[in-house]
């Protein structure tokens, strides 16, 4: 009887193309947990995946439910991607370790009561659970996951060429706010506004996962992201778009006159082809601070090869709220 495993190798029939590969007594680098205010971003890209033992010293790393489910998905591209995805949640949380060593294989998950994943450490007496938050986002070519402690996360990433079967505004009409279809209204250019709307909708993506609800509890056209002068409902002038706007905030339709403070984002370009936003709850002693930047530290990452630091180089440009990049570890 073939083993899950053998299915799963036999399913995913991705070819060795030459680069190295990791061992079996390969590592991943420790690292030391975010501070206050503090996001790491790690991310993949799946096309430089290319070792056939490296996916499947991956696949030995999840769970048999987790194995299971990747095995039954159609199409090879789509199995690689969701194996990529859950090995980096497991390899990175992973690498915050405490008192001891963590297996990437040891580690469990539950679900919110609105079907959030959330880390569900065991009890133990002679360590301390970290309070990691994580979140995870993907498109065909890039996987990220967002770590905070202490703080609610939620992340998102999107192709910058994405293109749309409808018109800009018609598309806008049926998940945006009569406020933010006025903002892409003002925009003449139509790839300017393709561009905006994208980025706007990775800026309410990553808000509604950072709230934990499902989108059914937050459909995106009951609150509105505002952009540096829209915040004052200036559109007497062209307004700013989101690549010059270093003011992002929230509010929903109860909140029109009282925007949320508690929720502070982070809109960056990322290798040169994709938008990522980031979106932190703050804590009660920050909240309404609007002068304290989130501290981001992005690495691209190949787990168990290699992991390189990009904060500092031209993959990451931050574009949107007030962000901090940062190279500390």
């Known amino acids: 009887m073939t083993s899950l495993r053998d299915k799963a190798l036999l399913m995913m029939n991705i070819h060795c193309l030459g680069r190295s590969l990791a061992t079996a007594s390969s590592s991943l680098l420790p690292v030391q947990l975010p501070a206050q205010r503090e996001v790491h971003f790690w991310y993949v890209l799946p096309d430089e995946v290319k070792s056939t033992n490296l996916l499947n010293q991956y696949l030995e790393i999840l769970s048999p439910c987790e194995k299971e489910n990747i095995i039954t998905m159609r199409g090879e591209q789509i199995r690689k991607r969701a194996l990529l995805a859950r090995a980096l949640v497991r390899t990175t949380l992973a690498r915050y370790q405490t008192n001891c060593q ?3 294989k040891s580690l469990m998950f539950r679900k919110n009561n609105y079907g ?9 007496d002679d360590w301390s659970r970290p309070p990691l938050h994580f979140n995870i986002s993907h498109t065909s070519s890039l996987i990220a996951c967002g770590v905070t402690v202490g703080s609610a996360i939620g992340i998102d990433v999107e192709v910058k060429q994405r293109r749309l079967k409808n018109d800009t505004l018609a598309f806008a009409q049926r998940f ?6 006025e903002m892409l209204t003002h925009i003449v250019d139509p790839e300017l506004r393709l561009q905006e ?22 459909p995106f056209k009951s609150f509105t992201v505002r952009l540096g002068d829209h915040v004052k409902g200036n559109f007497h002038t062209p ?5 010059k706007a270093h003011d992002i905030t929230v509010e929903t339709s109860d909140e029109l006159k009282n925007p949320s403070s508690n929720w502070q984002f982070g809109l960056l370009e990322l290798a040169g ?3 990522a936003a980031v ?6 002693i920050d909240a309404g601070n609007e002068s304290i930047p989130i501290d981001l530290t992005l690495r691209k ?3 168990y090869v290699e992991d390189e630091c990009v904060s500092a180089s031209d993959s990451a440009v931050v574009i949107g709220g007030l962000t901090r990049l940062s190279t500390s570890d």
Request: proline residues 11%; aromatic residues 10%; negative net charge.
């Open 102 to 104: 963590i297996d990437p």
């Open 116 to 124: 959030k994943p959330e880390l569900d450490w065991p009890h133990a």
């Open 176 to 181: 945006f706010s009569p406020l933010e279809i």
């Open 197 to 218: 709307l994208i980025k706007l909708w990775t800026l309410k993506e990553a808000y509604v996962k950072a709230l934990g609800k499902g989108f059914s509890a937050s």
């Open 239 to 243: 307004p700013h778009m989101i690549s």
């Open 273 to 275: 082809s994709h938008y």
């Open 279 to 284: 979106c932190i709850e703050q804590d009660s």
């Open 301 to 303: 990452t190949i787990p």
